[in-house]
Nanobody
């Protein structure tokens, strides 16, 4: 069983940076692709970024491209989301998630099986 735990959220001013981390308290995370999603109040959960199990094929939402960077350290069994040049519209609860196998659409939140509890990111203007 994969039990995901996010950390690193908080309050930051526009233009600032935050680094989110995703870890597994159960089975190793290193064999899974990991996606980051976010959900703002009253909005649908949306795709942010995805990294494959081997660190390859990075995917980003257009809204974060060039500002966010997803990476992983399989030795430490963690996946990070470095968020730079933050904007107020980045305010949301951020979730990390993992699919059960290789056959999934990485952009669709309903195709991920394992989820963390989320961490709040608030960007003030």
């Amino acid at each position: 069983q994969v039990q995901l735990v996010e950390s690193g959220g908080g309050l930051v001013q526009a233009g600032g940076s935050l680094r989110l981390s995703c870890a597994s308290s159960g089975r190793t995370l290193s064999i899974y692709a990991v996606g980051w999603f976010r959900q703002a109040p009253g909005k649908e959960r949306e795709f942010v970024a995805r990294i494959r199990w081997n660190g390859g094929t990075l995917l980003y939402a257009d809204s974060v491209k060039g500002r966010f960077l997803i990476s992983r350290d399989n030795a430490k069994d963690t996946v990070a989301l470095q968020m730079n040049s933050l904007k107020p519209e980045d305010t949301a609860v951020y979730y990390c998630a993992a699919p059960r196998d290789e056959y999934y659409n990485p952009y669709r939140h309903d195709e991920y099986y394992y989820w963390g509890q989320g961490t709040q990111v608030t960007v003030s203007s």
